[in-house]
């Protein structure tokens, strides 16, 4: 069983920053950030696996990025030049086998763990 915490979510301006912490109880295959806005999908936004493979949905490539310090089973998300879409509640989530690929889409099922998440609101 692995257990997830995030923190770093908040409230900012259209056009800052922001940086998303996970922390992991333990190792794992892979792990990713979701988001899920209201009345909407859950949808895969960044993930990363233990050989540091990347996939980022469309529309954050070029503005978030991924980090993952294996040692310390922490995983960071770096959000910059945010938009109002990007408003939504953030989940960490880990998997136990390497599902993380640079040209898979990410899956919801593909995760076994999850954390309980946090709010990004990006105002204009």
């Known amino acids: 069983q692995v257990h997830l915490a995030e923190s770093g979510g908040g409230s900012v301006q259209a056009g800052g920053s922001l940086r998303l912490s996970c922390a992991a109880s333990?190792?794992?295959?892979?792990m990713a950030w979701f988001r899920q806005a209201p009345g909407k999908e859950r949808e895969g936004v960044a993930c990363v696996d233990q050989t540091h493979y990347e996939y980022y949905v469309d529309s954050v490539k070029g503005r978030f990025t991924v980090i993952r310090l294996n040692a310390n089973y922490i995983m960071y998300l770096q959000m910059n030049v945010l938009k109002s879409e990007d408003t939504a509640m953030y989940y960490c989530?880990?998997?136990?086998?390497?599902?993380?690929?640079?040209?898979?889409?990410?899956?919801?099922?593909?995760?076994?763990?999850w954390g309980q998440g946090t709010q990004v609101t990006v105002t204009s």
């Open positions: 333990q190792g794992s295959g892979s």
């Open positions: 989530a880990a998997a136990a086998d390497r599902v993380c690929q640079p040209w898979k889409k990410l899956e919801v099922t593909d995760y076994n763990y």
